[in-house]
């Protein structure tokens, strides 16, 4: 095309572009055939074209190759009890009992003592101050629950000060469930659940807190286990890390799902090996974070203590997925001045990050650490940083940081309102690749950015692929051949998920990752937009 008309056609597009942010419903539509035309001809005519010169997407790591390769199978937790053993505070309850619904044993204890397997403990309304024990296997077809009483007040399990540190339960034995309980810790230095030297354990619906322990929900040599479904909050020891819910060595297939955690002195969920617990022998492996809540806000918007670190802190553990999770209101602090809600670092290898949101924190993903050595491969794709707030990190305010690592790949996000500079010192950033220490290979493609302070840094990478990035109103470091405009967000972005207008340039333009698309070609950017303007979409809460 000659540059005559390329220039005729920046021009059109720049004014479709001013008419389509006053358009009524009927201009849109016809826009849109006007910019798909004018983008088409600026693309031939190399005006939009990538950083690097490939034509193609370049090699991306497959699902084989990063995040969990393996999740516990509950489906034996789906089982109806064949069996119960009532437990109740009120008269006629005696340890002396044989444990049915007329003559109630008195404590939990003896309840775990009479159970078969196949049988459930149901434990009626009442606080119970017991530490407790499994002491029996379960099997696949005849699993042991302990379980709160249906249509009453869930029972409390509850701790002391004066009643040690050992677990208000532990999961020593296979196939066990426990489900509908408040585990009150009751401010001892106790776990409020420790799965240990064991398999096959799901701890469902419960509520866990107020502990002073290390970590409130532990998982130590535990194999294909889970919690889910659950509130695990306050947990904390002052100015010392105290998690939610704590992953540690000689562990394997763990599922964290569907929670909701807060309040936490430390993180609320934290993944770590021997070299950094000083125990056990095998990093974690097979673990995947999912759907759950953490941070500042309830889901109706009430307030709420963050967490004093991170939302989920990855150190060396082998082959993670973190997807579909909410993280907000993480802020600077001495033990994380970065404010960040996602930290992967130590030797952290094939960890897979997707399809979360994350919102009104100092900094949204902090992907290795030149103090805590070097990441192995990880893949960020498909997520939401919006929103950020520089809280006084020194480090200023950043989306996705990534140094040192061996490979990163940066796909499939949207960044928006990430803080402009607030002094010629300060660091505040979308991306950033190889900045502090060396990324061997990286690809960032398909990302729109909108309202930040800076775009991409790069620093030292062996390997770089910059491309189909779409920028805008970016003060600074945007990559030369970057695409630059207005991604045409719906109204009220934020409670829209950030879906495009019919007319967006995002629309149908990315390279191709292997995710299914609709139109013409993937969007660039977090989601698909596959709905006409008028449709309602999610809301992000």
């Not at 060595?249 to 799902?257: C, N, Q, R, T």
């Not at 030292?460 to 600074?476: E, K, Q």
Request: aromatic share 6%; hydrophobic share 35%; glycine share 10%.
């Amino acid at each position: 095309m000659p540059a005559r008309e390329v220039e005729r056609a920046r021009i059109v597009l720049l004014a479709a572009d001013r008419k389509e942010a006053e358009a009524t419903k009927e201009d849109t539509m016809r826009l849109t055939g006007v910019r798909a035309l004018m983008i088409a001809a600026l693309t031939t005519a190399g005006t939009l074209a990538k950083v690097s010169s490939a034509t193609a997407t370049p090699p991306l790591l497959s699902d084989s190759e990063v995040g969990a390769q393996a999740r516990p199978d509950l489906g034996w937790a789906s089982r109806t009890p064949t069996g119960q053993i009532h437990v109740a505070q009120t008269s006629p309850a005696s340890d002396a009992n044989p444990g049915t619904p007329s003559a109630p044993v008195r404590t939990i204890a003896r309840g775990l003592t009479l159970v078969q397997p196949g049988q459930a403990v149901v434990v009626h309304a009442g606080t119970y101050p017991e530490r407790l024990r499994t002491g029996k296997d379960g099997t696949a077809t005849q699993p042991i629950w302990i379980q709160g009483a249906a249509g009453e007040s869930r029972p409390v399990l509850l701790g002391s000060t004066s009643t040690g540190t050992s677990p208000l339960l532990r999961m020593n034995r296979p196939y066990w469930v426990v489900r509908g309980l408040v585990l009150n810790a009751g401010g001892a230095a106790a776990n409020a659940v420790r799965v240990e030297n064991t398999s096959s354990v799901l701890v469902d619906d419960v509520e866990a807190y107020g502990g002073t322990a290390p970590v409130g929900v532990a998982f130590v040599n535990a194999k294909h286990s889970a919690v889910r479904n659950s509130r695990i909050h306050n947990f904390s020891r002052g100015t010392e890390d105290s998690h939610g819910v704590g992953i540690f060595p000689d562990s394997s297939g763990i599922l964290v799902s569907g929670n909701d955690s807060w309040g936490n002195s430390g993180d609320s969920v934290q993944c770590a090996g021997p070299r950094e617990t000083g125990f056990g022998t095998l990093d974690p492996t097979d673990v995947t974070i999912e759907n759950n809540r953490y941070g500042n806000r309830h889901k109706n918007g009430t307030a709420r203590r963050a967490d004093r670190e991170n939302a989920v802190d990855i150190k060396s553990c082998q082959r993670v997925t973190i997807r579909g999770n909410k993280m907000m209101g993480y802020r600077s602090a001495p033990s994380s001045p970065q404010g960040t809600a996602l930290v992967v670092h130590y030797h952290a290898d094939a960890v897979l990050i997707e399809n979360n949101r994350i919102w009104d924190s100092n900094s949204a993903a902090s992907l290795g650490s030149e103090i805590n050595t070097g990441l192995g491969s990880v893949v960020f794709r498909r997520n939401l940083v919006f929103n950020l707030v520089h809280s006084g990190s020194s480090k200023g305010a950043f989306g996705v940081r990534v140094a040192p690592a061996r490979v990163a790949e940066i796909y499939h996000n949207t960044l928006y309102a990430i803080p402009v500079d607030v002094a010629p010192t300060s660091a505040n950033y979308a991306l950033s690749v190889g900045q502090e220490a060396v990324v061997q290979r990286a690809v960032v493609i398909n990302n729109i950015v909108d309202l930040a302070g800076r775009g991409l840094r790069v620093g030292t990478v062996t390997a770089l692929t910059v491309d189909r990035n779409l920028f805008y109103r970016t003060a600074s470091d945007v990559p030369a051949g970057s695409l630059t405009g207005n991604p045409m967000w719906r109204p009220d972005p934020v409670n829209n998920d950030f879906y495009t207008r019919d007319a967006s340039p995002a629309r149908d333009v990315a390279l191709p990752t292997g995710s299914s698309y609709c139109g013409a070609g993937p969007d660039l950017g977090f989601l698909e937009t596959c709905t006409p303007d008028s449709t309602a979409v999610n809301p992000v809460t």
